[in-house]
C-alpha cells in the first residue's frame, strides 16, 4: 500500500492511517521531490519526474504490484502511475485529486503559486481555509499556528513553485477510460481547490469506480472521525 502526500506536505501526513495499517499491510510512504527530507535535483520537474521517481523507488524495494493513495497532487501522481503502469496497480484511492487544471483550480493554482513567491507563511494562511472548514480552524488555533512555524523552518518555496506548475501542465483526461484498476474517488463536499464537481467527473470518466462524499470537510479529507472512516475504507477495499 503506498501512499502519496499532497502539495507542500510530506510522508508524516499519513502517520495516523499507516501506524493503524503496518500490522497487516506492506506499507510504503515517500517524500516527493523538494518536500519533506526529499531533494529537487536538478530534473524540470513534472507529472511524469514523480511517476518516474516512484517506479525507481519500487523497483529498488522489488515490489512489482501496488495499492496506491494519493492525496490531492499525490492523486494526481498516482493517476498517472497508474496510466504508465497499469499493471502494476491493483487498486486506486484519490483523494481530493484531479486529472487536469479546470479554470478554478488553475486560478487557485496561480494564487498559490503567487503566494509562495512573497513567503510560505504567505502561501500557509492563503490555504488553510480552502483546506480546513472554519470550526476546525477555530477550535485548533494555537495548533495550527505551531504548525506553520515548524513547518516554515524547512519549507522548500521553490520546490512548492515547481509542483504548482506539473499541476497546471497536467492533463490526462483523454486517458482515464483506460484505467482498469479498482478506483475510489473521495471528495469533500465542499472543497475550495479540487471541486466536487470535478471530482464527479473523474468518478465518471473512470468505469471501474466509485464515489464517497465526505458532507463536513474541505479539501483536507482526514479530519476528526474521518480519519476512522477512511481506515475501515482501506482496510475494506484493500
Request: hydrophobic share 45%.
Amino acid at each position: 500500500m503506498v501512499f502519496i502526500h499532497g502539495l507542500s506536505d510530506n510522508l508524516l501526513y499519513w502517520e495516523y492511517l499507516a501506524s493503524n495499517l503496518r500490522h497487516d499491510h506492506q506499507v510504503l510512504r515517500f517524500d516527493l521531490r523538494g518536500h519533506g527530507q526529499t531533494e529537487l535535483g536538478n530534473d524540470e520537474i513534472s507529472m511524469d519526474v514523480y511517476v518516474d521517481d516512484l517506479h525507481d523507488l519500487l523497483y529498488e524495494l522489488d515490489i512489482d504490484k501496488v495499492n496506491l493513495v494519493g492525496f490531492s497532487l499525490g492523486g494526481a501522481v498516482a493517476l498517472d502511475f497508474t496510466v504508465k503502469y497499469p499493471k502494476m496497480v491493483s487498486s486506486l484511492v484519490l483523494m481530493s485529486s484531479f486529472y487536469k487544471a479546470d479554470g478554478h483550480l488553475e486560478h487557485v493554482l496561480n494564487q498559490f503559486r503567487e503566494a509562495l513567491k512573497i513567503s510560505f507563511n504567505e502561501f500557509y494562511d492563503l490555504i488553510l481555509p480552502m483546506v480546513l472548514c472554519p470550526d476546525v480552524i477555530e477550535d485548533n488555533k494555537e495548533e495550527l499556528e505551531m504548525l506553520k512555524e515548524i513547518a516554515s523552518l524547512s519549507a522548500n518555496n521553490q520546490a512548492y513553485i515547481h509542483a504548482i506548475d506539473a499541476c497546471l501542465a497536467f492533463d490526462i483526461e483523454d486517458e482515464l477510460s483506460n484505467i482498469d484498476a479498482s478506483t475510489l474517488v473521495l471528495a469533500g463536499r465542499h472543497d475550495a481547490i479540487t471541486s466536487l464537481e470535478s471530482q464527479k467527473e473523474l468518478q465518471r470518466k473512470i468505469k471501474n469506480s466509485k464515489l464517497i462524499v465526505f458532507d463536513d470537510v474541505r479539501h483536507n479529507l482526514l479530519v476528526g472521525k474521518n480519519n476512522e472512516k477512511i481506515l475501515n475504507m482501506l482496510k475494506k477495499e484493500m
